[in-house]
């Protein structure tokens, strides 16, 4: 590590480390929702969300079309065009690591490749995959959950580069890993930052460092709930689940978006007796995309 590169480290551990104090009672609650502490990998410098070419390999994959003949296409050239040989390497390794095999709850592949082309917004896309980057990637789990959620709740305005990297160091030592190469350093934080301005937390050019007001789009949420509840969740514990902070929510606004797609007919969400009941308002994922975003 050079010398500025630790003098960054040393200017913004404390305040990194005050942001993880806070998030700690959260951290004791997730279980199932965070991915295993020895994935501390790099590949985000090289391939972010990338919706679109996503949204390709996935409806492929969707349609039968096995792994290694995708991998075949991508390798050629077939697909993918606009990407180098070596661009395209690092997507099907992403693709790879984040949807195939996919952890529970996150929906699988072929309700992912239905939903896709169905949204119309740019940022929507983004923000559906956001979850399953964040459950392939320690480092951005932990970056995206300690430093961004808190920042966001505390109502902060800027989210500056030196901080993201302080925080990737801290995770390399709470893990005990050596820390890679600073230039590498580098390109992974500005891939963090990347997929953040990607899901509409962050700015872009001039204020690139500057936090937006950040609203998770109704279709995402819906999308992520009936996973949840295809996991067997049920009641509060649908919004009050700690999978939310992958979408970078917390319990309110989780509850708040709650309201709004039953407020949109796609779920019903009605108390009795004190008992909160949320349920799809149609009898399958699929069903749901096809009759109101097809």
């Given amino acids: ?33 965070e991915p295993p502490k020895d994935l501390l990998r790099t590949g985000l410098e090289s391939c972010g969300l990338a919706a679109d070419d996503t949204a390709t390999f996935l409806s492929g994959f969707a349609a039968g079309q ?5 991998a075949r296409q991508i390798s050629v050239g077939q697909i993918l065009t606009k990407r180098t040989a070596h661009g395209r390497r690092h997507f099907l390794a992403a693709m790879k690591c984040r949807y195939i095999n996919a952890p529970s709850p996150l929906p699988r592949i072929a309700e992912l490749a239905a939903i896709l ?14 979850p399953y980057l964040l459950l392939s990637d320690r480092a951005a789990f932990e970056i995206a959950t300690l430093v961004v959620l808190p920042c966001q709740q505390h109502g902060e305005t ?15 030592r709470r893990h005990q890993r050596r820390p890679w190469g600073d230039y590498l350093c580098i390109r992974w934080v500005e891939g ?14 001039a204020e690139r460092e500057r936090l937006l007001t950040y609203a998770v789009r109704p279709e995402v949420f819906s999308f992520h709930l009936w996973g949840l509840y295809e996991s067997g969740l049920r009641g509060c ?20 978006l709650a309201t709004v797609v039953a407020a949109r007919g796609w779920w019903t969400f009605t108390t009795l007796g004190g008992v909160e009941e949320i349920s799809p308002a149609f009898s399958s994922l699929r069903d749901w995309v096809f009759h109101e975003l097809g």
């Fill in 1 to 33: 590590m050079n010398e500025v590169t630790q003098s960054v480290v040393d200017d913004r551990t404390t305040q990194v480390e005050s942001y993880e104090s806070e998030a700690a009672s959260w951290m004791r609650t997730e279980c199932s929702f």
């Fill in 66 to 70: 096995g792994l290694e003949e995708l």
């Fill in 192 to 205: 963090l930052l990347s997929v953040l301005r990607d899901v509409g937390a962050l700015g872009r050019g």
């Fill in 158 to 172: 800027h989210l500056p580069k030196d901080n993201i990297l302080a925080a990737l160091y801290v995770a390399f």
């Fill in 117 to 130: 082309p169905s949204l119309t917004s740019q940022v929507a896309k983004n923000q559906i995959l956001l």
């Fill in 237 to 256: 514990a649908l919004y009050g689940t700690p999978f939310w902070r992958l979408l970078l929510l917390n319990e309110r606004e989780a509850y708040h």
